[in-house]
């Protein structure tokens, strides 16, 4: 397992959020930027690939979305006939959820999870684990608001994948000083499994293998200031790189060894 060192001190963390920039806030920031309303678009294919996922494994009953950022994923599932709930640090996001969808979401961090009445059949952090300064601690807080042989699904970067060894230092998910631990599979289903949960599936998000090497081609770029001349040049890589997480992140022999930009795994409360 990888963590962040220098990290920001936990209270000043939340500044770092404050930018038009981060796109998982992208609804509630006026304007929209070009890259934000692109990201909202591919954001209706994963929000549904999302919920297919859930139902393969829990076909109804609570939800909870830790870190649910403004909704859109709680807005999908409750479509769908669940009962959902959300939990977000950011005071912004929680409010635009909770004004403009109509959802209910509390806002904190995890560590208000005890203050909810009800335990939940489903709980899913999508991008969320590595930004936690105590995942150990969260985890078992999570084991205790599931119910019995509940499901609890995580979406991290995967920081032994393919895309991660071909880009290095630019590769887009370091994302700091925002994500301060990184995961392979071995270290996730590790910590899950000290927390009570067995790992029953995993895969990875397949639209993040192209997001991941399109963002990580533009931080190289401004890295290395490069001029629009070698921009074909770093799409045919970017290409390439796409092709290679995809495969690497599916039922392939090198699914073993790398995975590919993210890992989704869903895990079972033990008993």
């Not at 370091?174 to 071995?186: I, K, M, Q, S, T």
Request: glycine share 8%.
């Amino acid at each position: 397992m990888l963590i962040l060192n220098p990290r920001p001190h936990e209270e000043d963390s939340g500044r770092y959020y404050q930018n038009e920039n981060y796109l998982p806030f992208a609804s509630a920031n006026t304007p929209q930027t070009l890259l934000a309303a692109a990201y909202d678009f591919l954001r209706s294919y994963n929000l549904r690939w999302k919920r297919k996922l859930v139902s393969r494994f829990c076909k109804s009953g609570s939800l909870l979305d830790v870190g649910c950022g403004t909704g859109e994923f709680m807005d999908e599932m409750r479509r769908a006939g669940w009962n959902v709930h959300g939990l977000e640090r950011d005071a912004a996001a929680s409010a635009w959820a909770r004004e403009r969808l109509q959802l209910s979401v509390a806002t904190g961090s995890v560590q208000a999870l005890p203050s909810f009445a009800s335990s939940f059949e489903v709980i899913t952090l999508w991008h969320v684990l590595e930004h936690l300064y105590d995942p150990s601690g969260a985890l078992e807080l999570l084991h205790q608001r599931l119910r019995e042989h509940g499901i609890l699904v995580l979406a991290v970067p995967n920081a032994g994948g393919i895309d991660a060894k071909i880009y290095g230092k630019n590769w887009i998910a370091w994302d700091a000083p925002r994500h301060v631990n990184h995961f392979n599979l071995r270290t996730l289903a590790g910590g899950a499994a000290m927390a009570g949960f067995a790992l029953r599936w995993w895969q990875q998000l397949p639209l993040d293998a192209f997001f991941n090497t399109l963002m990580s081609e533009r931080l190289a770029a401004a890295a290395h200031h490069s001029n629009l001349f070698w921009w074909p040049l770093r799409l045919l890589r970017a290409g390439i790189a796409t092709g290679l997480s995809l495969l690497a992140g599916s039922n392939s022999p090198f699914k073993k060894n790398y995975g590919g930009a993210t890992i989704v795994a869903v895990f079972q409360k033990n008993a």
